[in-house]
């Protein structure tokens, strides 16, 4: 027969938390690689990884946690611990393709397309890789039309997400991209579980074993959401991105060009240069020479000498 399937088991607590983690994962990532933009010469590989992990543990934190919220009335649903671990490492590593492909080789139009159907469709196997965990006494069936809608959202999002993330370099507008994002990856997940339909066996066989979501789902999504906050951490004290391209960069040409301008030339504790001691600066007149430095220099010449002893 067929099971009656709920995917808001706690009414909007998990859209809502599972959104939330998709946008931070986002935001995170977004202002990593922008942090790889903004200084050319910092560890570009270093941060590029940190983004990817942070957009890949945002999204599969979003879809496990929505999945906490899902039930299926007439049996209970067990999840296989090794395929769920699985899911997030591909979430990671398709993620990373994506953003190593931008990185490096910009945002033109052919790299975009390549890299966003790459992250789309290794999302998309996230989210598959972690139906396949789920255990129940029945069988799970798919709508083929409904699973390439969701297949390309997700390819449409992964593409907005990397031409977001090489494009937009202020803080309002990665934020706001990364709320998009949200919205996505939330419309992604949720469009691929309308494509769900579950048949239950009439009698208790099939295999159906493993942990239940709250005792496996819980303890394992405590590890990414940690990452997540140390990574926000690491965000949020880093000075580039906390200041901005125009702060970080606005005085550092000016302070070579007066370098380069008078590098031989004394300065005072402000800053400015310090008068030497062959002239001085009158107030309202032009320099004028020192005569005590004058004086001792004419004393060294001969005819100078010369001159005072025919006066004496």
Not at 127 to 140: S, T, V, W
Not at 185 to 198: I, L, P, Q
Not at 202 to 217: H, I, M, V
Request: glycine fraction near 12%; charge should be neutral.
């Amino acid at each position: 027969m067929e099971g009656t399937v709920d995917g808001f088991r706690y009414g909007v607590v998990t859209p809502v938390a599972a959104y939330l983690m998709a946008c931070l994962g986002g935001a995170l990532g977004l202002r990593c690689i922008v942090r790889t933009l903004l200084d050319t010469q910092s560890w570009k590989a270093g941060w590029l990884a940190l983004g990817a992990a942070s957009i890949g543990c945002g999204i599969w934190t979003m879809h496990f946690i929505a999945m906490i919220g899902f039930q299926v009335e007439e049996t209970r649903v067990r999840y296989d611990a090794s395929l769920t671990v699985l899911s997030l490492a591909v979430a990671i590593v398709v993620v990373g393709i994506g953003v190593f492909i931008v990185g490096y080789r910009g945002a033109s139009r052919a790299t975009l397309i390549l890299a966003g159907v790459i992250t789309g469709l290794g999302v998309a196997a996230m989210h598959y890789l972690g139906m396949a965990a789920m255990h129940l006494n029945g069988e799970i069936n798919y709508s083929p039309g409904v699973v390439a809608l969701s297949v390309l959202i997700a390819i449409v999002a992964a593409t907005a997400a990397l031409w977001a993330a090489v494009s937009i370099r202020g803080f309002l507008t990665s934020l706001g991209a990364s709320l998009i994002m949200g919205v996505a990856v939330s419309g992604m997940h949720y469009t691929a579980m309308a494509a769900v339909s579950v048949h239950v066996h009439n009698k208790g066989g099939g295999t159906w074993a493993g942990d239940s979501p709250t005792s496996l789902l819980l303890p394992m999504l405590l590890g990414p959401i940690i990452f997540l906050v140390l990574a926000g951490v690491v965000v949020m004290f880093d000075p580039l991105l906390v200041l901005g391209d125009g702060d970080w960069t606005r005085g550092e040409p000016r302070r070579n060009a007066a370098a380069q301008a008078a590098p031989d030339t004394p300065a005072t504790l402000f800053g400015t240069p310090a008068p030497t001691n062959s002239t001085r600066t009158e107030p309202d007149g032009p320099p004028r020479h020192n005569a005590t430095a004058g004086h001792a220099r004419a004393s060294q010449d001969p005819r100078w000498a010369s001159t005072r002893s025919r006066e004496g």
